[in-house]
């Protein structure tokens, strides 16, 4: 699992050192040490994915609203009453495009009448969101952050970065860098969200 730190300074992302090594040889003790490896980091997967959740301070999410690959502006309060996953992601970003298959088998599991999947674009242009859309068969809300205003204004700091937003529109909870959404532990707190009735 791994993120892209952005560096607003400058305007690019950098890459840490990727955590995951893949080995290639014939010797048995490697091969051996990389099955262990593997063998333990299975053992603690659920661990690991409820841990790089983090509560929020259930306060109102900043303003967002973009284009969809229609050129129509979206807002994204108008999905008030479900919740909401606003992922920030990019089309360069390896640990962005890995997690995005899992985070579409979460919408399939729960429905757009209960959950709102939301992938935000970092900057990148329309025709190229695009062409990746439809060379991956992704699906779900697209939006694009043209000038990169809402990654501003949510403080991203890294790609990707999820947001949980719970029935009443307030930030519930936020996760930097891949993560596996299906993972028995994430669904559980997404149920637990659904099934709370939103404030009259």
């Not at 048995?28 to 980091?41: D, E, K, N, R, S």
């Not at 603690?44 to 841990?51: D, G, H, K, N, R």
Request: net charge negative; charged share 20%; with cysteine.
């Amino acid at each position: 699992m791994g993120c892209f730190l952005i560096d607003r300074t400058h305007g690019i992302s950098k890459a840490p050192r990727s955590m995951t090594r893949i080995f290639r040889s014939n010797s048995m003790l490697q091969w051996l040490t990389a099955t262990y490896f593997l063998f333990f980091m299975s053992s603690f997967s659920a661990l690991a994915a409820i841990e790089k959740i983090e509560a929020s301070a259930q306060n109102n999410p900043p303003t967002l609203i973009a284009k969809n690959l229609s050129g129509q502006g979206v807002d994204i309060a108008r999905f008030k009453g479900k919740v909401l996953l606003v992922n920030f992601w990019a089309t360069w970003c390896a640990p962005c495009v890995n997690e995005i298959p899992s985070l579409l088998s979460l919408q399939d599991q729960f429905g757009t009448e209960n959950l709102q999947l939301i992938l935000i674009n970092y900057g990148e242009n329309q025709k190229k969101i695009q062409d990746f859309v439809e060379k991956n068969s992704i699906g779900g809300l697209i939006l694009f952050d043209e000038g990169r205003t809402a990654t501003a204004d949510w403080n991203i700091r890294g790609l990707p970065t999820t947001f949980i937003i719970d029935r009443d529109f307030k930030l519930s909870h936020q996760a930097l860098g891949e993560l596996d959404w299906t993972d028995e532990t994430v669904t559980d707190l997404i149920e637990a969200l659904i099934s709370r009735s939103p404030t009259k």
